[in-house]
């Protein structure tokens, strides 16, 4: 019969998503100098202004690191990274021409993964980036949205085919100077997903890049660009995992969106990068810098993120509201289980009048898993009338786990309005036992709490992924009760 | 039904109950009646199979089998119920849900097909005029903001959808206003059936007027001291629970 501590021994269940696939690589040896950032410029037969670019970052980062500026104020334990014992390139060799020359063992992985990268996601009208490793190995229904001036391919290929636009737009929201690590991105990214809605153009289908880190002790820095022009939408979706390694991958990625006059961008992620063991070996470092602008009038950047891999996330998709009546949306679940830990959360820029933000946060701790939000709500002194709505809540799993909120806030307009809620709760043993007593078991009692806790989430996802997330989260806290 | 023998159980160390001896046949209503601390509810939760109470000796036949090897949600899905003397709130778990989940589960363990969410919710509508309760009340978070009556008689609700074979009502009438208790009760009586049985806690004998028992037994200091029909709840009502304690001693 089940003991007084209920929780103990957490997540049984292996990681289901820790096979390594086996395909020839080419890789460059470990290490960062200008050489290693010259040479994926050149593997990428990058223009000019990329590789200026680039080593501008790199000399930056260079300062940086002497100067010892990798943040140190997220509530995250981790060793030092040695940053030259890092591969920055890897990359499938034989890059193929079209779909059909990809690797089948690559194919049969992505089978595995359940990503429709065939047929099927014609039925599921789901267009796919594939990113492995380092370069992006197909993209579907690419002349399908091509015909409606719809760009979506590898952003390598946009710097080739669209110069002008990457030239345009990149870092504008995420400047080479951001921080420690979208500044080592910008230095040594080596593919990622672009994509260009054009004027007045609503994209008819959910745009999907489905990331993969396979070989070992490779960093992936990716990089994402949207911009969805006048009036346009679209809704992307990026899903992460990672095979299991006992050694830290780092992975940072830099994400920026750019909405003008009335577009909205609707951004989510279901991330599920390896999160260690259940002794906390291994996993990936997830530093991710994200962020958009809502550069127009009445424009509209939504995150939604479920993020349950990892064993350190640090991230904060944030929103400058620039544009008059323009909106930012957040909504969060991260769960942290065994010796995860997160720290994330989200900012909202209010800078232009009217504008309005609103922040759902639902955090989830079991095991020894250490959960943070942190998030900024800032209204500058021209954001008349600027409204936000914060809501913050935890749920903790056991009496071994933490919850942390630090909500900042900032408000130089008298006008704005804000609102801040928070809540924590915790599955007591006696509600379990109210459930079991009902016939429920204690994981379909602890299934029914958190799917319940996270509903607000959870509708913001497109349809089919909300149930790929609910499922996510069951198989995640598999094991979390006695 | 029911066979408890020679039973003792501790918790965190006290023993509460000493010496059990309880038999309970189908179509049968027992009452357990006795003062304040006397192991009543103990023995509801042993019953139950809640993990913070240690059984030191004695055994439990439930329908033959051994109850006390069974885990919690074993029991229930086997036809034992427990409705709880403080209900415990659910967060975010809308009552329609969850009884549709319990029911589900319920219906899995004997073989049957699991209901949709239509079925179950004509399946429900019965049960809730049955019970007399606010139909608002399955939309809303499971106990959270529920008052005292409205959690009792969500309680009673899960029984007549969950039809168990053996119902431990744990102090059902504590909380209840005298309209409230007298639908509750009658709502109860409406379960009897020859093939189920119930075992009411109760430390007042007005619940006991709406609910007429076959047997009534009086727990003191984990044992039951007497036991008789319905005559012997009006006594200890005339006469509290002194002269027991009284004949208790005298043993």
């Known amino acids: ?482 | 039904m029911l066979e408890i023998r020679n039973l003792h159980v501790a918790v965190e160390g006290k023993k509460i109950l000493a010496g059990i001896n309880l038999t309970i046949q189908a179509g049968e209503v027992h009452a357990i009646m006795g003062p304040n601390g006397s192991g009543k509810s103990t023995l509801a939760q042993v019953l139950a199979g809640h993990p913070s109470y240690e059984v030191l000796e004695g055994t439990v036949l439930y329908e033959g089998k051994n109850l006390l090897e069974m885990s919690p949600e074993i029991r229930a899905r086997e036809g034992v119920f427990l409705a709880f003397q403080y209900p415990v709130e659910i967060p975010g778990v809308m009552n329609f849900q969850f009884l549709k989940a319990a029911v589900n589960e319920v219906r899995k363990h004997r073989g049957l097909e699991e209901m949709d969410a239509m079925d179950f919710s004509s399946f429900l509508d019965e049960k809730v005029k049955l019970v007399e309760m606010d139909q608002g009340l399955l939309n809303r978070r499971l106990n959270e903001g529920f008052s005292g009556g409205e959690k009792k008689r969500n309680e009673i609700l899960q029984m007549a959808v969950l039809e168990p074979k053996f119902a431990v009502l744990d102090e059902t009438d504590s909380g209840l206003d005298i309209d409230a208790l007298q639908s509750v009760a009658a709502a109860v009586n409406q379960l009897r059936t020859p093939n189920n049985a119930i075992l009411l806690v109760t430390h007042y004998q007005r619940l006991l007027n709406y609910i007429t028992p076959d047997f009534v037994h009086v727990l003191f200091n984990g044992r039951i001291v007497k036991s008789g029909g319905k005559e012997l709840a009006l006594d200890l009502e005339a006469r509290g629970y002194d002269w027991i304690r009284e004949e208790a001693v005298s043993l």
Request: aromatic share 10%; net charge negative; proline share 4%.
């Open chain 1, 1 to 482: 019969m089940a003991k007084a501590n209920e929780f103990q021994d957490l997540a049984d269940r292996e990681y289901q998503y820790g096979f390594v696939t086996q395909i020839d690589t080419e890789t460059v040896p470990p290490g960062l100098s200008e050489d290693v950032v010259r040479l994926i410029s050149a593997r990428k037969n990058e223009p000019q202004f990329m590789l200026d670019w680039r080593l501008q970052a790199y000399r930056h980062w260079l300062t940086l690191e002497a100067a010892q500026a990798e943040p140190k104020w997220a509530n995250i334990h981790y060793g030092p990274i040695d940053y030259q014992a890092i591969r920055y390139y890897s990359a499938p060799k034989n890059r193929p021409k079209s779909l059909s020359e990809v690797d089948p063992e690559l194919l049969a992985m992505y089978e595995k993964l359940g990503v429709p990268l065939k047929e099927r996601e014609i039925l599921a009208g789901v267009a796919v980036d594939a990113v492995f490793d380092s370069v992006s190995v197909g993209t579907t229904f690419k002349e399908k949205l091509a015909e409606m001036g719809i760009i979506f391919c590898a952003f390598s290929e946009a710097v080739q085919d669209h110069p002008d636009l990457i030239r345009k737009y990149l870092g504008s929201v995420v400047p080479y100077t951001d921080n420690f690590f979208a500044t080592l991105n910008a230095a040594v990214f080596s593919d990622g997903s672009f994509c260009y809605v054009p004027k007045g153009v609503r994209c008819p289908m959910e745009l999907s890049t489905y990331f993969r880190i396979n070989a070992a002790e490779t960093g992936q820095f990716e990089r994402t660009l949207i911009v969805a022009e006048e009036g346009s939408y679209v809704s992307y979706l990026e899903g992460c995992t990672a095979p299991m390694r006992d050694e830290n991958q780092l992975h940072a990625a830099v994400v920026e969106l750019v909405a003008l006059e009335n577009a909205e961008i609707k951004y989510s992620t279901i991330q599920n990068w390896y999160p260690g063991d259940k002794n906390g070996r291994g996993g990936i470092y997830n530093f991710v810098t994200k962020r958009g602008k809502c550069a127009g009038r009445n424009s509209k950047i939504s995150w939604t993120q479920v993020e349950t891999g990892s064993s350190i996330t640090w991230k904060y998709p944030s929103v400058i509201l620039q544009g008059d009546n323009s909106i930012g949306e957040f909504y969060s679940v991260a769960l942290t289980n065994n010796y995860q830990q997160a720290d994330t959360g989200t900012k909202m820029i209010h800078i232009g009048k009217n504008t309005r933000s609103t922040i759902i946060s639902k955090g989830i701790s079991a095991g020894h898993g250490n959960n943070t939000y942190r998030g900024l709500v800032q209204i500058q002194p021209n954001a008349a009338n600027a409204r936000n709505y914060s809501q913050c809540d935890s749920l903790l799993l056991g009496d071994k786990c933490g919850a942390h909120t630090f909500p900042y806030i900032d408000v130089r307009n008298h006008t704005g309005v804000l609102e801040h809620e928070a809540s924590t709760s915790k599955i007591s043993e006696d509600q379990l036992f109210y459930c079991k007593q009902r016939g429920i078991s204690a994981e379909s009692a602890v299934s029914l709490i958190v799917s319940g806790f996270c509903k607000d989430v959870f509708k913001k996802l497109p349809m089919e992924f909300a149930v790929e997330a609910q499922k996510l989260l069951g198989v995640s806290l598999e094991g979390s009760v006695g």
